[in-house]
């Protein structure tokens, strides 16, 4: 049937060129066709359009914190309706993230009629602060339902408005919050400015019992090194299990993987630096800091990282990369696939989330300074992180956990489902040192027996990285290893500001009663961090993260192995987790249920539309394949290859039997106990069925085989 349609893919795919009229090329030469932030309504633009006051007034809000002044509005609204109009812009929207994870708008035009055919363009202060998108097919888990029926969203002036530019008009978009009409986060990004303040709040006050005056507000940073696989659109579309839930559910492992060793790190082939080069300097025009890019381990896996920027802003950049990425493959003939497993047997995709707390005098809390000083402030805040991670090690699990993760984490080359945290020799001799309550605390470098008044910096790169770890200290930050590639920042980092925030007022309580019972200053912070240390080192690792050993070390120690989606999702319902979202204002017990609910619903519904998939192409492509070349074999006699296919293709069809029985749910069963239901059937079916498929695949004639193969969709470039 279609005897040469592989090859001709594989020559049309290969032959691709840059001299193909599809793409326009760049004359890079001309700076002006990289002028960063060229799209966003930045600071700068602001204060060519703004009053003073407004301009000072909207400063505090960024710098600061502070609440908005909502007379500004109609201000603000016009001097950006300006500068949108002067860039082709005809139509805003507010950008928000509802619980999909993913980013909604709804587009308006700036025009209203005035009558007599005439229009103008209008945009008010009320129509920037808040919008009330019909937006009642969100999942909610429940919130509006008991409610009100509509959720509005609201401006939030400290992540910048850009432009998104289509070849036929350009958008104005406006960051926002999602909120329900009794003030019920509906959205990712809620929580996470909520755990900013928090985390603010506590940093400030334990850095005055540390003895800065200065320091106002502390921020949180991210910077994500982001993986993903691009590969050519024809093999996409020609697979209906990609197009359809983002991963391949059938695939034989190729002859050649990455065992060479000859695609990480090497020359990124011209097609794909192409497209790179465009996706990075869109996303410069939208102000996202955009910095490295190289070929990751995979076959056509590959990696993009930008300078880290404050969580909220960071968060919101990293949505629109990812929409970036996508958009802009296609212009290349590729797509880009941001699921966390596409194919069996290679590496997955994660998003390595850089995290650390800087304040506004410019120091990061997270690395050893200049002075005695700042070195038992870095204790002090790596302490508190330690405490954090292991009181709430399956709530951070939990905040990473996707249905795509579940194949991701302890498979190749990725972290277990084990949160531990990695030190580093270095640092872990500081601590150890402490713990045997050795060194001087007033000279802060005799913890690695230096004798020096200061500890040295910390090792960022070369031998003492732990590639293997889910939470890495790596220098200056922590790298949480464990979140997938396709997930939001929001939530992961919602998370880590609230429980770090806790442990930072916990280690405070302590260190105030230390400092009154008459320990200097010095004396008491190591006394805190040797407490804090010791209570919770169980969760320090410093060997490799993918060895089985580790998870019967692991369990020994009592540390958290939540496999899979439904094993962590309850986590987020737990007293502790409610208790610290509830304490710090970040998500109150009915705000977690709703998300444990929308959470728990989309692995199921991903479940089943995997399962469905799976079901229909090796029902209606895979079996009628099989039983061609099988009719092909038994008409020339040749029983060698008939008996090749014939146990196989019985096989298939009894565990296709066995999938569409799974298929059907069971009476009466929903929540926790259908995901679970899903786990253990609909996707322990299409395993079975995928054994039998991918066996197959060995087996019957290339040009009969109805889906493009690894060995193909993995290494065109
Ligand atoms: P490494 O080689 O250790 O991974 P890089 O300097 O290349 O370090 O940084 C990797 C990522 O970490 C980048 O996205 C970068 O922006 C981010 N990063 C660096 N410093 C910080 C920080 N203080 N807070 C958050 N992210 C950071
Ligand atoms: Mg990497």
Same mark, same amino acid.
């Given at each position: 049937m279609n005897t040469t349609r592989t090859r001709l893919q594989n020559v049309h795919a290969a032959r691709?060129?840059?001299?193909?009229?599809s793409i326009g090329s760049v004359?890079?030469?001309?700076?002006s066709n990289v002028p $960063?932030?060229?799209?966003v309504f930045s600071e700068l633009e602001q204060g060519k359009r703004l009053g003073k006051g407004t301009m000072e007034k909207l400063k505090a809000t960024l710098e600061q914190g502070e609440a908005l002044d909502t007379s500004l509005a109609d201000e603000v609204a016009g001097a950006m309706k300006e500068w949108a109009l002067e860039r082709g812009a005809t139509h805003f929207t507010h950008v928000f993230q509802p619980l999909t994870g993913l980013t909604a708008e709804k587009h308006d035009s700036f025009f209203e009629p005035v009558g007599d055919g005439a229009a103008i363009a209008k945009f008010s202060g009320k129509e920037l602060i808040q919008g009330e998108p019909?937006?009642?097919?969100?999942?909610?888990g429940g919130v509006r339902d008991t409610f009100e029926a509509r959720g509005y969203t609201a401006w939030d002036p400290t992540s910048p408005a850009y432009i998104l530019e289509n070849p036929n008009g350009a958008l104005l978009c406006i960051p926002t919050a999602f909120v329900s009409w009794?003030?019920?986060?509906?959205?990712?990004k809620t929580p996470l400015l909520r755990s900013m303040d928090a985390l603010s709040k506590s940093a400030i006050l334990a850095l005055r019992l540390l003895g800065?005056?200065?320091?106002?507000r502390v921020f949180t940073t991210i910077g994500a090194e982001q993986e993903y696989f691009l590969i050519d659109e024809q093999y996409f579309f020609e697979r209906p299990d990609l197009v359809t839930?983002?991963?391949? =559910?059938f695939g034989a492992k190729p002859p050649k993987g990455h065992e060479l060793d000859?695609?990480? $790190?090497g020359p990124i082939p011209e097609r794909i630096l192409a497209c790179m080069l465009e996706t990075e300097r869109e996303l410069q025009k939208l102000g996202v800091p955009v910095k490295t890019r190289h070929n990751e381990v995979a076959p056509n896996q590959y990696e993009i990282a930008p300078v880290f920027e404050n969580s909220n802003v960071g968060s919101d950049h990293q949505q629109l990369m990812m929409q970036v990425m996508q958009s802009t493959a296609r212009k290349y003939g590729l797509v880009c696939l941001l699921h966390?497993?596409?194919?069996?047997?290679v590496n997955g995709s994660g998003k390595h989330n850089n995290w650390s707390m800087g304040t506004?005098?410019?120091?990061? =809390?997270?690395e050893p300074g200049d002075t005695p000083a700042d070195n038992l402030n870095f204790l002090f805040f790596c302490a508190a992180v330690i405490q954090a991670v292991n009181k709430h090690q399956g709530l951070l699990r939990a905040s990473v956990a996707n249905i795509g993760q579940d194949h991701r984490l302890?498979?190749?080359?990725a972290p277990p489902a084990i949160i531990s945290i990695f030190l580093g020799a270095e640092l872990e001799k500081v601590f150890e040192t402490i713990s045997a309550g050795e060194g001087d605390p007033h000279t802060p470098g005799s913890f690695l027996?230096?004798?020096?008044s200061v500890l040295p910096p910390l090792p960022?790169?070369?031998?003492?990285?732990?590639?293997?770890?889910? $939470?890495? $200290?790596?220098g200056n930050k922590f790298e949480f290893?464990?979140?997938?590639?396709?997930?939001?920042?929001s939530f992961p980092n919602a998370v880590l500001n609230t429980i770090v925030a806790e442990a930072i007022d916990e280690l405070a309580d302590s260190l105030e009663k230390k400092t009154e019972s008459g320990l200097d200053k010095a004396e008491a912070v190591t006394a805190v961090v040797k407490e804090a240390y010791d209570a919770?080192?169980?969760?320090c690792f410093m060997g490799?993260?993918?060895?089985?050993?580790w998870h019967a070390e692991a369990e020994k120690r009592g =540390?958290?192995?939540?496999?899979t989606t439904p094993d962590a999702l309850p986590e987020l319902l737990t007293e502790q987790t409610v208790a610290a979202f509830g304490d710090y204002e970040v998500l109150s017990e009915r705000e977690l249920e709703s998300r444990y609910e929308v959470l728990l619903e989309q692995y199921t519904i991903r479940a089943n539309m995997e399962a469905e998939t799976a079901g229909a192409i090796a029902k209606t492509m895979i079996v009628p394949a099989a039983l061609r070349y099988l009719e092909l074999a038994e008409r020339a006699e040749v029983s060698a290859v008939a008996e090749d296919v014939r146990p196989l293709l019985n096989e298939l069809t009894v565990a296709l039997k066995e999938l569409d029985s799974a298929n059907h749910y069971p009476d009466g069963v929903e929540g926790l106990d259908l995901a679970i239901y899903a786990r253990d059937n609909q996707l322990a079916g299409m395993a079975k069925v995928r054994e039998s498929v991918d066996s197959l695949e060995g087996v019957i004639a290339d040009d009969l085989w109805p889906l493009p193969k690894y060995s193909e969709i993995l290494f065109i470039k």
């Open positions: 691709w060129s840059l001299n193909g009229d004359d890079l030469t001309d700076a $960063f932030g060229a799209n019909d937006a009642s097919s969100f999942p909610t009794t003030g019920e986060a509906l959205d990712a800065d005056e200065d320091a106002e839930t983002g991963r391949t =559910l000859d695609h990480y $790190f966390e497993k596409p194919f069996a047997g506004d005098t410019g120091h990061n =809390l997270l302890g498979a190749n080359e027996e230096l004798g020096a960022m790169h070369g031998g003492d990285r732990n590639r293997t770890s889910p $939470f890495a $200290f790596t290893r464990a979140v997938g590639s396709s997930s939001s920042l919770n080192k169980q969760v490799d993260n993918y060895d089985e050993a =540390l958290k192995n939540l496999k």
